[in-house]
Structures are given as structure tokens and as C-alpha cells.
């Protein structure tokens, strides 16, 4: 009777093999939505930011004009006389307003995560385009900056920031922004494949 009723009991028990496998959240607690929208929160605070360090970079002073000892002229510095800085302010605007689409669709990824694939396909599509825009937007502006820091001789650009100083320190506090946006940008277009990799595999 005792060998009966072990048996009877152990029938009852589930086998071991049909247990529940462990949630996906408990093997990984790292959220990477929740961090995907913060990125791209921080890429939209960086490029706006950026736009509005060059926007306002602006600065007037006497300037002598060469052959003329004694002749000063008033000059103003400012990004719009640079065709690079002025492709520098638009591609860092529309990169703003890509982080800000971006941000509200992965904000909806978080709300219903039926969609996450198509969405991180996209994303990671995307990131790597606008940081492309974004580098050689930032490599535009440097070679600008670095010949207004240091000129050139042999083409006869003089140097400007020794002149235009405030000028000078708002355009490089805005290329380390804008940089700043490409490497979180680098980071993003890296998340969304990983991430999506991994829920092919699952």
C-alpha cells in the first residue's frame, strides 16, 4: 500500500523537464528600451544645444586692414559666412529632429513591445545615416575652426581667433557637442543590433 501511494503521489508531481523556463527579464534585468530613450533623450539635448552654442557665436571687432596702418574696419565673425558651419547648423537640427521622432517611437517600443523588431531594424538603419551626417558635419566645421585657430601660410588664410576669441571658444564648444551627439549616436546604432540579434536568436 505504502509503494502504491508513492506512485500515486509522484503521478501527481510535474516532471522536472516541463517546468517553466525563467523569464527573460530575470537572465537580463538590463532594460535596453529604457536606456535606447535615454540615449536618445541625451542625443537631442547635445544636437540642440550645439545648434544654439553656433547660432549665437557671434562677435564684432576693429580689425586693421592690411596696407592701411592705421585703418580699422568693424567686423563681425559669425557661422552664416562659412558655407561649413552653415551645413554644420543644418545637419545638426535635423539630426535633432531625427533623436526627437526616434525618441517617441522607442518610448512606444517600451509601451508595446509587439513592434520592437521592426522598430529596432529601423533604428539601427537610421543611426548609422545620421551618423555619418553627423561626423561630416563635425569634420566640416573642425577644418574651418582649426584654419581660423591656426591659418595657413602657404594659401595665405590669416588665423582669427587671436581677433575673434569668444567667436573661436562658442565654435569649438559646439564641435565637442556635436561629437559628443556622433559617439551616443555610435552607441545607439550598437544597442539596436545587439538588441535585435538578440530576439532573432530567442
Same mark, same amino acid.
Given at each position: 500500500?505504502?509503494?502504491?501511494?508513492?506512485?500515486?503521489?509522484?503521478?501527481?508531481?510535474?516532471?522536472?523537464?516541463?517546468?517553466?523556463?525563467?523569464?527573460?527579464?530575470?537572465?537580463?534585468?538590463?532594460?535596453?528600451?529604457?536606456?535606447?530613450?535615454?540615449?536618445?533623450?541625451?542625443?537631442?539635448?547635445?544636437?540642440?544645444?550645439?545648434?544654439?552654442?553656433?547660432?549665437?557665436?557671434?562677435?564684432?571687432?576693429?580689425?586693421?586692414?592690411?596696407?592701411?596702418?592705421?585703418?580699422?574696419?568693424?567686423?563681425?565673425?559669425?557661422?552664416?559666412? *562659412?558655407? $561649413? @558651419?552653415?551645413? !554644420?547648423? /543644418?545637419? =545638426?537640427? +535635423?539630426?535633432?529632429?531625427?533623436?526627437?521622432?526616434? &525618441? %517617441?517611437?522607442?518610448?512606444?517600443?517600451?509601451?508595446?513591445?509587439?513592434?520592437?523588431?521592426?522598430?529596432?531594424?529601423?533604428?539601427?538603419?537610421?543611426?548609422?545615416?545620421?551618423?555619418?551626417?553627423?561626423?561630416?558635419?563635425?569634420?566640416?566645421?573642425?577644418?574651418?575652426?582649426?584654419?581660423?585657430?591656426?591659418?595657413?601660410?602657404?594659401?595665405?588664410?590669416?588665423?582669427?581667433?587671436?581677433?575673434?576669441?569668444?567667436?573661436?571658444?562658442?565654435?569649438?564648444? *559646439?564641435? $565637442? @557637442?556635436?561629437? !559628443?551627439? /556622433?559617439? =551616443?549616436? +555610435?552607441?545607439?546604432?550598437?544597442?539596436?543590433?545587439? &538588441? %535585435?540579434?538578440?530576439?532573432?536568436?530567442?
Amino acid at each position: 500500500m505504502a509503494a502504491t501511494d508513492k506512485t500515486a503521489v509522484d503521478s501527481e508531481l510535474p516532471p522536472k523537464s516541463e517546468a517553466a523556463p525563467p523569464d527573460a527579464a530575470a537572465k537580463c534585468p538590463f532594460n535596453y528600451s529604457l536606456v535606447d530613450v535615454a540615449l536618445r533623450v541625451l542625443v537631442f539635448a547635445a544636437t540642440l544645444t550645439s545648434v544654439v552654442v553656433m547660432v549665437t557665436s557671434k562677435q564684432t571687432e576693429l580689425v586693421s586692414v592690411p596696407g592701411f596702418p592705421g585703418f580699422r574696419l568693424t567686423l563681425q565673425a559669425k557661422f552664416n559666412q *562659412s558655407p $561649413a @558651419l552653415v551645413y !554644420f547648423v /543644418a545637419a =545638426l537640427s +535635423v539630426t535633432g529632429l531625427y533623436s526627437i521622432i526616434t &525618441t %517617441l517611437a522607442s518610448v512606444s517600443v517600451v509601451l508595446k513591445p509587439v513592434y520592437s523588431k521592426s522598430f529596432l531594424l529601423v533604428f539601427a538603419s537610421l543611426d548609422v545615416v545620421f551618423v555619418g551626417i553627423v561626423a561630416s558635419a563635425t569634420g566640416a566645421a573642425g577644418a574651418v575652426g582649426y584654419i581660423g585657430l591656426k591659418g595657413n601660410k602657404h594659401a595665405g588664410w590669416t588665423k582669427i581667433c587671436d581677433i575673434y576669441d569668444k567667436f573661436c571658444r562658442h565654435t569649438a564648444s *559646439s564641435l $565637442a @557637442l556635436s561629437l !559628443f551627439a /556622433a559617439i =551616443l549616436l +555610435v552607441l545607439l546604432s550598437m544597442m539596436s543590433t545587439f &538588441t %535585435l540579434y538578440k530576439k532573432i536568436r530567442h
